[in-house]
């Protein structure tokens, strides 16, 4: 299967600061998704990004498919953006292969 | 409404118990899953059905069998488990384009396993 890799593992941010989480990838994907998940196990949609840039509120993600990765951009970090953050991708296969996760801690 | 629905959202079982996880989507997706994950881990595979058919089993032990009984419902059959199947449990739905391949992916809330 596809092999995916996020950084950093872990992420301690100040309320109000800008971080960059990353997620490479071994092979061309069809899908690629960004997921928060919360403490209850709820994995929220943040985006769906085979390519491109696109823009939710304070979050942003690009993904750069020839060069196999993609960036998810928090800014203003507040409280409630704590969590683990999971980048998924798959061929269109069905086999949607998840990294092991970026732990967010934004302290107020 | 992109809301995939699970129940129970919490199950304790014993290990010689019969029980079952429900999973409902009304989006219209042709395709739904079942993922397992562990604590501190990523959501790892399980089964796919496209079409009401199964169509992928990642090695899972037959203790665990799903049921797809029409293109809205899943259901995930425990029988005879282990406490190292304590987990939880995430079901998913995605529609299907070109006949054959799955686009973006939106998962229930979960149902949180603890077999004793």
């Known amino acids: 299967g596809i092999q995916v890799e996020q950084s950093p593992p872990d992420l301690i941010l100040q309320e109000g600061a800008n971080s960059t989480l990353r997620c490479n990838f071994s092979d061309s994907v069809n899908n690629l998704q960004w997921f928060h998940q919360n403490p209850w196990g709820q994995l929220i949609n943040l985006f769906y990004?085979?390519?491109g840039t696109k823009q939710n509120g304070r979050l942003s993600a690009t993904t750069v498919a020839t060069e196999r990765y993609s960036l998810l951009y928090i800014s203003s970090s507040q409280t409630t953006d704590s969590g683990v953050y999971f980048c998924?991708?798959?061929?269109?296969?069905?086999?949607?292969?998840f990294g092991a996760g970026t732990t967010v801690t934004v302290r107020a | 409404d992109t809301e995939v629905t699970q129940t129970p959202k919490h199950l304790v079982m014993g290990m010689t118990n019969k029980k079952s996880l429900k999973c409902e989507q009304h989006?219209?997706?042709?395709?739904m899953y079942w993922y397992k994950q562990k604590a501190k881990k990523p959501p790892e595979l399980m089964f796919v059905y496209s079409y009401e058919k199964l169509s992928i089993n990642e090695s899972v032990p037959s203790r665990f069998s799903p049921e797809c009984p029409n293109s809205s419902l899943l259901n995930l059959h425990l029988h005879a488990l282990q406490p190292e199947d304590s987990a939880l449990y995430l079901c998913a739905s995605s529609q299907v384009r070109r006949g054959s391949m799955n686009t973006e992916a939106f998962f229930g809330q979960g149902t949180r396993l603890t077999v004793v």
């Open positions: 989006m219209g997706h042709r395709a």
């Open positions: 998924a991708v798959d061929r269109g296969d069905y086999k949607l292969s």
């Open positions: 990004i085979p390519s």
